[in-house]
């Protein structure tokens, strides 16, 4: 051995480098031949051969290497570790046992703790550190580095709880269910403890924490504070994790344990869960009392494959008469509402969820980051129109932690792929995914990820996009279900070109663009005929309403641009002026009271008279009054027409006819 290998062999064991870590570093260097070569490069920086020392070894062992570096010497860097471990004497490599006791153990007991250490950790010698604590009422606690070994009382009944807790909740719990439980907690009680990984806090704040130890959790791992607060794993360093917390911070402290529970975040779900307002971890906030959960789902999951989905083909009627004529969607469709502020993005979903009752669809809404207000008066007109007894309301205020903000739409996702997998239809409506962005990117700074454009991190993209890809119409084979989506976005001052807007754009099938000048001119709901499409488009169109909308998206088009053209025109010709008359006419049928969607029939026959002109020679102002007495009409004195738009949702030219022949009778009546 060389003067120079035996100086820096002598410095390793000044440095009480232990065995498990040199032989770290051996492995690494073993397993990247080519990064010895960089290290010994000349040519290659000081700085960078430091930063990917920083990057690829141990804690305990960088600053050794450093030196290395900086002396030359990192060529010599294997023949230096292999006489290190040589030389090392067996003490060097003694696990440090930390026992907790209510009772001091024996010496019988001890030696039987050293031999089990000695042989799960293949060590000579251990070092017994001894602490006392009443309040384990019995038994004792071994922790060995971040390993923790309960044989105590205390612990016992705490995971009892934790199991009579999950039972509780499900909806087999009975008398008998937790009397098994009890029985077999006993029966285990003697059995080996099990083998818990335990992290302690080094930094906490705004709803972070980070956490060393734990070196085998997940990502997306649910852990478990000793306050009782629980966190998700986000960010996985070399030698920390980072964790967003589902609770206030203010009882975890530097130095607070933190324990693996080795479950993914997930939230529980059933059909208890309809009629009622939860948060985004599934816990009930309306007061009602305790919800029966029948299982248990992961948040995040994987979309449905390919070959596992069919082809969208059945209508998800809106009862909006300017959606379902111009811009259809279907049962597993993503269509997007966006808009500014303030321009009835959230009326239309509401107004699509009223709209289901009576046809089999489950409704899901996720309020994000929303007033809690707002949300409070949202499920009082669900209540008032009957439509929340198949409705569940995810709330995740604004004055949540950015945490829940995020988990929201995934945790209502989850319990709509409940019913999905159970062959039933689904609505859900994300209110709005610009307010969980910014709540990801809230956290994603906090983490301390590198922000991108607009100072989002760059997987926002693949965060709405994981997130929406669950929408689907499942084949026959999968059960038939489907989950429709409708993601809202806030934009600002009409800007469909930011980042967040042109993402989710991207990923739906489809957008509903709600102009403001609209808006404010009194056109609402405020759709803008240019800028909406659904790119499933007819094939989610029953035949009747398909036949009936015709032309209607053409002539509208036809009469915005007339009018711009014609507006400061003074001398116009009769057949211009008809034009004019009759795009007004449609523009006013298209306007629609809040909370009043409109039957198949109705939207039917109100296309039919329009497209033929019925309500054309009528001012503007009597259009809606002319239409709502002709509906009741028909549902007075044509009620044959009636069903037969609502039993066969075809429209045949015979049909046609007697439309407009009751429709021309009854204006000239009135």
Known sequence: MTEQVNKYVGMLRDLQINREIVNQTLEILDTVPTMMEEMQNPTVELRSKHLAIERIFPMEIRDFLKLLCDNNAIGDA?????????????????????IIYVTKPTDSQLRGI???????????????????????????ILRVGFDEYDWSIKGRLQELNQRLKEVGDSAVSSTEDIISIIKSEIENFDQEAKDKEVGFVNWVGDGIANVTGIDHVMYGEIVLFDCGVKGMVQDIRRDEIGCILFGRDTDICEG??????????????????????????????????????????PIENEAPGIVDRKSVGVPMETGILAIDSMFPIGRGQRELIIGDRQTGKTSIAIDTILNQKGKHVTCIYVAIGQKASTIAQIVSTLTQNDALRYTTVVAATASDPASLQYIAPYAGTALAEYFMYRGKDVLIVYDDLSKHAVAYRALSLLLERSPGREAYPGDVFYLHSRLLERSSRLSEEKGGGSITALPIIETQAGDVSAYIPTNVISITDGQIYLESDLFFSGMRPAVNVGLSVSRVGGAAQTKAMKKAAGSVRIDLAQFREMEVFTQFSSDLDESTKAQLRYGKGLME?????????????DQVITLCAATHHVFADLDTDKVKEFQAKLLQYFEDEKIDIVNEINTTKTLSDDLIKQIVDAANNFKSRC
């Not at 089990?116 to 309040?135: G, T, W």
């Open 78 to 98: 294997h023949e230096i570790l292999n006489d290190y471990i040589v030389q090392l004497p067996k003490g060097k490599n003694v696990p440090v046992v930390q």
């Open 114 to 140: 050293e031999d089990f250490v000695r042989n799960k950790y293949k060590c000579h010698d251990v070092e017994f550190v001894m602490h006392e604590d009443k309040s384990l009422i019995s038994g004792f």
């Open 256 to 297: 607070s344990r933190v324990i693996r529970t080795g479950k993914k975040a997930g939230v529980p779900v059933g059909t208890a869960f309809k009629g009622r307002v939860i948060n985004a971890l599934g816990e009930p906030i309306d007061g009602k009392g305790d919800i029966i959960a029948q299982g248990y789902r």
């Open 589 to 601: 049928l298209l306007k629609q009271p809040l909370c009043h969607p409109m039957s198949l029939c």
